[in-house]
DNA sequence: ATTTGTTTTAGATATAATCTAAAACCTGTG
DNA sequence: CACAGGTTTTAGATTATATCTAAAACAAAT
């Protein structure tokens, strides 16, 4: 796995402390946190980012696709530093959103004349360890 | 296409005019409209409806599945009152978004196990009319 | 060490969505 | 049709999410 040193240069970035901790963040906590999950858990290692700086981070790093930014379930946004094709399960009982493995052959062709950049397969349900637990019937 | 009425009927809904001018307005939009749009279109109309119940009967609606929720873009919530299988394409030049069929084969397997409720296939890119104008290059 | 452009910051602002409780409405029943 | 009782609507307040601002701090090249 890339450094935070690296991802940023590779970004064309300035490296500073604050963007060094959230990359670093997103690299122990592969959870999809939302910025402001990000944020509260920088103040608890007394990190001294301001919520400012977690928003303006996310946004630079996405631009350079370094970062998916994903719009699953209805609160905020989330982040995933795996970038690398997979799709995403978010799980109605549990919360907890996945990776879930794609292959090559997963991947949908669009009919002639569309530029694709990005690609999000989002699936929503009940995980393994929730399914057939009745959750779904209510 | 099911009128307003039928479609709260079978969602169990009372039917009252505010619903039937949301349901109406969804069915002359097909654009896909924030919550915020479908507001201001009625308020062009006269219609009398609250911001409040535009968004309880949208709510209402998603939860008996008679519409589609989306999360694309990085705004506000948007709504599909087309409900079969299809996939959503979003122009990064004009801002449109436009509705791609899918063929059954192109729904992915997920890993056995997971209980699917909901897919969403979500793409970005240029569309047709705007792809090879260089908007990709900036 | 100096310079210059970039980044960070706290708080204000903007945007999206939900909550509140009173009034209005829908629908089934008589 | 009128009534009763639960449901829905409403305007405005509130919450949640994200961005803006301009001054201070910082990074990186010299």
Redesign the pocket.
């Known amino acids: 796995m890339k450094n935070s040193r690296e991802l940023l240069a590779d970004c064309g970035?300035?490296?500073?402390?604050?963007?060094m901790l959230v990359i670093e963040y997103l690299q122990r906590h592969r959870t999809h946190p939302?910025?402001?999950g990000i944020y509260e858990g920088l103040c608890k290692m007394n990190a001294?980012?301001?919520?400012?700086?977690v928003?303006?981070?996310l946004?630079s790093l996405s631009a350079q696709k370094a970062i998916l930014t994903l719009q699953i379930g209805?609160?905020?946004?989330r982040y995933d530093i795996y970038t690398t094709r997979h799709a995403h399960f978010r799980c109605l009982n549990c919360g907890k959103i996945e990776d879930i493995p794609m292959k090559k052959e997963d991947v949908m062709q669009l009919p002639f004349g569309y530029e694709v950049c990005q690609s999000d397969y989002h699936f929503t349900g009940y995980c393994p360890e929730c399914s057939g637990k009745g959750h779904s019937l209510s």
Do not use: Q
């Open positions: 970035l300035n490296c500073t402390k604050e963007r939302t910025a402001e001294g980012v301001s919520r400012a700086t928003f303006n981070t946004k209805d609160g905020a946004t």
